[in-house]
Nanobody, 115 residues
Framework: QVQLVESGGGLVQPGGSLRLSCAASGTISTINRMGWYRQAPGKQRELVAIIRSGDTTDYADSVKGRFTISRDNAKNTVSLQMNSLKPEDTAVYYC?????????WGQGTQVTVSS
């Protein structure tokens, strides 16, 4: 089992920045991918960014150039640096981990971009 705990959400003005972190615990030695999804009110959950074991990354087109995903294997954390935030980035952000064919989700953290 893998447990994921997110932190760093909050309220920020348009154009501002936030950094989300996700701490993984449990049986983490064979996690091969971690990432972030988000779900806005009334919308489907969507992929934001993924980072793989070799540190290759993928991003949703809507966040490319503004968001950066990184991973600290020593601390078992994955982070999402979000810059130039827009109101449409408002959502609950979920950390996700893939291990041996299973998918694990965090509880989510709210990000609100509003003036």
């Amino acid at each position: 089992q893998v447990q994921l705990v997110e932190s760093g959400g909050g309220l920020v003005q348009p154009g501002g920045s936030l950094r989300l972190s996700c701490a993984a615990s449990g049986t983490i030695s064979t996690i091969n991918r971690m990432g972030w999804y988000r779900q806005a009110p009334g919308k489907q959950r969507e992929l934001v960014a993924i980072i793989r074991s070799g540190d290759t990354t993928d991003y949703a087109d809507s966040v490319k150039g503004r968001f950066t995903i990184s991973r600290d294997n020593a601390k078992n954390t994955v982070s999402l640096q979000m810059n130039s935030l827009k109101p449409e980035d408002t959502a609950v952000y979920y950390c996700i981990a893939y291990r041996l064919g299973n998918v694990y989700w965090g509880q989510g953290t709210q990000v609100t971009v509003s003036s």
